[in-house]
């Protein structure tokens, strides 16, 4: 069964970084786009990265781009989301998301920034 999970949230200040990482299982992962999103609290779903099958092209929402990175290891079926110069405003419960025909979730990790 296709698995997504999630891992490297935690608890830093403003302007810190973190590495989240997405480890997929259950389909072919090189052969799919795979995205993180986020939800802040009280609030929906937010995209944030999405990032091609073969790794070769990327995009961003406003709010992210130019502090955060969106890569992948095919050879590791992980999807990682590389996040500078983190703010307030960022903390979330980060989720990565990946579309067979149906959308498939992982169970999410939380990021809080706060000084």
């Known amino acids: 069964q296709v698995q997504l999970v999630e891992s490297g949230g935690g608890s830093v200040q403003p302007g810190d970084s973190l590495t989240l990482s997405c480890v997929a299982s259950?389909?072919?992962?090189?052969?799919?786009?795979m995205s993180w999103f986020r939800q802040k609290p009280g609030k929906g779903l937010e995209y944030v990265a999405i990032?091609?099958?073969?790794?070769?092209?990327?995009s961003y929402a406003d709010s992210v781009r130019g502090r955060f990175t969106i890569t992948r290891d095919n050879a590791k079926n992980t999807v990682y989301l590389q996040m500078n110069n983190l703010k307030p405003e960022d903390t979330a419960v980060y989720y990565c998301r990946v579309d067979l025909g149906r959308t498939y979730w992982g169970q999410g990790t939380q990021v809080t920034v706060s000084s």
């Open positions: 990032i091609a099958a073969s790794g070769n092209s990327a």
């Open positions: 259950g389909f072919t992962f090189d052969s799919y786009a």
